[in-house]
């Protein structure tokens, strides 16, 4: 069955009143008050926390489940001198963690190695056969686990039988069966809602370390830069102590004495008292993830620690050529999905989740990034499927209400390994089973989800015309930064703008990207960024505009960044005319005789009749390619779009 595929649905600011004690209580912009009491902040107290960490009171470490039981254990270790062994992640997230655990422990003394998977090898979590050779080179006395472990049933298993306690911290969903471990930490074991809830693995880490400093007396403040990564690059909702955490860790960041991290600074022109979030999500982010899809991310910890300029120069330098590769192979899969797509296009126009199974070259380290490209394209859920012998191995992205590793889980007959949350999931099975999970998948969609997409909202924080934007303006909203999962961006409005091909250019390196100055109503201007562009067309004129504000500083330069989120062709705004132009309108479609009521306006030879192939009896007409400046335009047939009318009354 064919799913429907739904529209982008604008949502725009209620008229909710904020109270005038409201806002006095929160101070600044009056959009600052209006966005957070709109977003549900409605006590000024926790307005004013959210703005100011000073003013926030996080969780003590002792509120998550299993932390006490965990420092306890790990302080005995240490005490003893027994080995400990940490286990991580090839993730941003998962090297953050380790590197966390790693030099917090051996600071105060513990004996510690670390393991994070090598991801063309082992994948995600604890493998049971690199566990046992570990376990024989090392001989470990305590595994902590940080960012995986929940589902290592059998591994945990090994590891009791061969007399060594595990300490699991990760974030990941709880699933049926838990593994019998000594210590579990996870985040998931409390309310949503917690004040903790949210907290990635690295934040786990770091509540754990909290408790095991609270009995040496040391302060952890030192590794917040490391959790400030960690949060931004693994998406977590930025809410309540994680963003109280990412607020302390970019503080951290800005005055960061990691030599690895320095270099990363200035080999991109980073003035590192201006670095945010967006420069970890954008710039800082993408060079560690690609030593982790591509590489060994065992490294990260010696990145991360050295005090050696030379080796963080080198190890900086490895990273960007990593990111350069991973950012071509990026490219070359995706065109050959979307070259998939226009050979075959039922995959998407017949299938709720789009399934595309590649050649031996498709990369398993980069097929996620190229699915969640393809979310944003053809907004529905994405499998990528990439050969390995006679097995499929895949990476899976979602969209908001399609809950991807349930659809998949659904179909486990087929598989030989499979794994996720809701918005993103990995499996593999038999390549002859490829087009028979590709139909489950859509079986299971409709039985789970139904026969629809979810449709996808635009929220627009405020509306206003091109005139308001100023650097000032936005500085006004910045202390609602930093932004991310749980905190978007703010959105603006601006409607009924238009543009034309002079006002459009191509940009990047490869013309991928355009920029378009638009104009609105009142006559303003404002040029809008939109990513990944150069093939998409634009509707009919006048638009609406939704799009991001942000300050933009380069060597010292400031500039406005606007970036395009989306646009549509204005539902209820007229056709523009332009503003020299004084034109009177009669409409006569509700006239009997129109024939008749035409002729009183055929008395100078300053009239013109358009008509398209309907040539009206006893008049010259012209079609639209023929007309010509005259005073008055009696339009016989209807346009066929609101552009070709536009055009035509230029004339």
């Known amino acids: 069955m064919p799913i429907r595929n739904p529209q982008i649905i604008w949502k725009f600011p209620d008229l909710t009143h904020v109270p005038g004690a409201y806002q006095l209580a929160v101070g600044g912009s009056p959009l600052v008050a209006k966005t957070l ?93 690199v566990l046992s050779q570990i376990i024989q080179k090392f001989s470990p ?43 579990i930490v996870n985040p998931n074991f409390l309310q949503p809602g917690h004040a903790l809830h949210t907290l990635p693995g690295v934040g786990v880490a770091f509540k754990l370390v909290e408790q095991i400093y609270s009995h040496f007396n040391e302060d952890p403040s030192y590794l917040l830069d490391l959790v400030a990564l960690g949060i931004v690059a693994d998406v977590a909702i930025q809410t309540r102590d994680t963003r109280f955490l990412l607020q302390l860790g970019l503080d951290a960041l800005r005055k960061t004495p990691r ?26 982010g993408p060079l560690l993830n690609a030593l982790g899809r591509l590489d060994d991310a065992n490294s990260c910890v010696d990145f991360f620690t050295t005090t050696d300029p030379a080796l963080a120069a080198t190890l900086a330098e490895h990273l960007k050529n990593l990111n350069e590769y991973r950012q071509a192979l990026t490219k070359e899969i995706y065109q050959d999905a979307e070259n998939m797509i226009a050979a075959y296009p039922e995959l998407v126009d017949e299938y709720p989740v789009l399934v595309l199974q590649g050649s031996p070259q498709w990369h398993p380290g980069v097929i996620g990034i190229v699915a969640s490209r393809l979310v944003d394209r053809y907004h529905k859920p994405v499998i990528m499927l990439s050969r390995d012998g006679d097995q499929a191995r895949g990476s899976a992205r979602s969209i908001q209400g399609v809950p991807i590793a349930k659809l998949i889980s659904a179909s486990e007959g087929l598989l030989t390994s499979h794994g996720g949350h809701p918005m993103a999931a990995g499996m593999s099975l038999p390549l002859t089973s490829v087009s028979q999970f590709r139909m489950e998948l859509a079986e299971n969609y409709h039985r789970i989800v139904g026969d629809s997409l979810p449709s996808p909202e635009i929220c627009i924080d405020a509306e206003i015309p091109f005139s308001a934007i100023s650097e000032s303006f936005i500085k006004d909203f910045q202390p609602l930064a930093p932004f991310g999962a749980g905190n978007p961006k703010l959105t603006f409005a601006t409607r009924g703008v238009i543009t034309d091909e002079k006002h459009i250019r191509n940009i990047g390196r490869d013309g991928t990207h355009r920029k378009i100055t638009f104009t609105d109503s009142h006559g303003g201007k404002n040029t809008l960024l939109w990513w990944n562009s150069a093939d998409l067309a634009l509707p009919e004129m006048p638009l609406d505009v939704a799009y991001s504000l942000e300050l933009s500083t380069y060597r010292n330069q400031t500039q406005i960044q606007a970036t395009l989120l989306h646009l549509r062709q204005s539902p209820e705004s007229p056709v523009y005319l332009p503003k020299q132009n004084r034109i009177r309108l009669v409409d006569l479609r509700d006239k009997d005789d129109r024939r008749s009521a035409i002729s009183q306006f055929l008395t100078s030879d300053r009239t013109i009749i358009w008509a398209e192939n309907q040539i009206p009896e006893g008049f010259t007409s012209v079609p639209r390619s023929d007309l010509s400046p005259h005073d008055r335009l009696i339009i016989w047939t209807t346009p066929p779009s609101r552009l070709v009318l536009k055009q035509a009354v230029s004339r």
């Open 141 to 183: 006395n305590l595994i902590l686990t940080c960012d995986t472990g929940i589902d290592a049933v059998d591994s945990v298993a090994y590891a009791n039988r061969s007399g060594i306690d595990v300490i699991i911290t990760d974030h990941h969903q709880l699933p049926p069966v838990l593994p019998e471990a000594f210590a």
């Open 37 to 129: 009491y709109q977003r549900g902040l409605t006590s000024p107290e926790k307005a004013r926390a959210f703005i100011n960490p000073d003013l926030y009171t996080p969780c003590p470490p002792s509120a998550l489940p299993g932390v006490v039981l965990a420092a306890d254990r790990i302080i005995k270790a240490i005490k003893n001198k027994e080995r400990i062994l940490i286990w991580g992640d090839f993730d941003v997230d998962g090297q953050t963690s380790t590197t966390l655990l790693s030099s917090a422990l051996q600071s105060i003394g513990a004996r510690v190695t670390h393991h994070i998977p090598i991801r063309a090898l082992e994948n995600h979590g604890v493998t049971l056969s």
């Open 259 to 284: 030599k690895g991290l320095l270099e990363i600074f200035k080999m991109n022109d980073l003035d590192p008292a201006q670095v945010n979030e967006e420069h970890i999500g954008f710039v800082i």
